[in-house]
């Protein structure tokens, strides 16, 4: 009997892609975590002979111990934040899109390139629906960081190729490398730190300085390589401020946190510019880190409870706001966002983006090498 192939029904397949986490907060859970992450020619581009064994005599035998103990501060005896809240923020966007899209033409989906479920799950389910007649026609990935940079968004669109090159089978697929000045995300950032800045203020903690913290990156591989990362930050930075209401963008700071090694990294430091800050007379800081739409061990341990701690020695308070997670109106603005991409017109899309003007860019301090 001859095989028929009904006409798919047009469907776009979107899959929310995070980093993940380690297993557990134990050694053995950080060394295999790390081996992969830290393997990552993307995420560290260094002569790869030299790393190798530098990360197999140096860091895998004495790191993972230490990284143990920052990661059980943030499990809750099952899992960790990044995983559990880029869980609920898929199912909560899926809820969102019902109205959006009553004909179906939307699912959306989660995965992590270093936890389960991996990208291959994603793929294997995409081909199991295509065997049952039901398959997406495109696949549209998403990685859940908002500003590009080769070590995020570049490493999961290797990790995307690699999966497609063992399969015979590959959908029409599309990559969103950025969404960083889309109103989604810069109207709910804004939103978050003016409503911790407006409850403090009711608790009787009136904050003098705000700090805009980005994940740190070698200045190298901005002004050798040429990567957006750094201008994205910019963007974000400006758009930000351009719609806080609760405080003064003369009060407003851009910082970068999480260098480590010798090589220079992207200035100021996120610590140098809050120890200044309090020096200075800022007593009550809040910070914000933009470079998460989900909270992990960077914001919850390194700002939330490291930084808070060398703030009170310095003088000063630290007050950490939450990253988006699960906040209704970012999960339903980035279910119509969502939505957009997968359905919408190319004019459609260009609305739901800021713009810089010229005379803002002209303000986006130059990044040298060999300036600290």
């Avoid at 936890?115 to 007649?133: H, L, R, T």
Wanted: glycine residues 6%.
């Amino acid at each position: 009997m001859k095989q028929i192939f009904p006409h798919p029904k047009r469907k776009t397949k979107v899959v929310f892609v995070q980093l993940g986490s380690p297993e557990a907060p134990t050694p053995k859970a950080l060394r295999k975590y790390l081996r992969e992450f830290l393997g990552d020619p993307r995420v560290i581009d260094l002569n790869p002979w030299l790393w190798k064994i530098v990360l197999n005599l140096f860091i895998l035998p004495l790191r993972p111990k230490r990284s143990a103990k920052l990661y059980e501060r943030i499990w809750d005896g099952e899992s960790f934040p990044l995983i559990t809240n880029t869980e609920r923020f898929t199912d909560n966007v899926r809820e969102e899109l019902k109205p959006l899209d009553p004909n179906g033409h939307v699912e959306v989906n989660h995965a992590f390139l270093l936890s389960p479920p991996f990208v291959n799950e994603v793929y294997d389910s995409w081909e199991e629906d295509i065997k049952n007649g039901v398959g997406a026609t495109k696949l549209m990935v998403i990685p859940m960081f908002p500003q590009y940079s080769e070590s995020t968004i570049a490493s999961g669109i290797d990790a995307l190729a690699k999966e497609l090159s063992k399969r015979v089978k590959i959908p029409t697929f599309e990559v969103i490398t950025n969404f960083h000045r889309t109103h989604a995300f810069i109207d709910n950032s804004a939103l978050q730190v003016d409503s911790k800045i407006e409850k403090l203020r009711g608790d009787g903690v009136f904050i003098d300085s705000l700090v805009i913290s980005f994940h740190g990156m070698q200045k190298r591989r901005i002004v050798k390589k040429g990567d957006y990362y750094y201008r994205h930050c910019y963007e974000t930075f400006k758009l930000i401020v351009n719609n806080l209401k609760e405080i003064d963008s003369r009060h407003v700071f851009m910082s970068f946190q999480s260098r480590f090694g010798h090589e220079e990294w992207i200035t100021p430091y996120t610590d140098d510019v809050v120890q200044d800050l309090i020096r200075k007379g800022n007593k009550h800081i809040a910070i914000y880190s933009p470079s998460f739409v989900a909270d992990c061990l960077e914001t919850t341990d390194e700002l939330g409870h490291e930084l808070v701690n060398d703030a009170i020695e310095w003088g000063g308070n630290i007050y950490p706001i939450e990253c988006l997670n699960t906040n209704e109106k970012w999960c339903k603005d980035f279910a119509y966002y969502t939505y957009t991409q997968a359905e919408g017109s190319a004019k459609a899309k260009e609305e739901i983006e800021y713009q810089l003007s010229e005379t803002e860019y002209q303000e986006m301090p130059d990044l040298v090498m060999g300036t600290g």
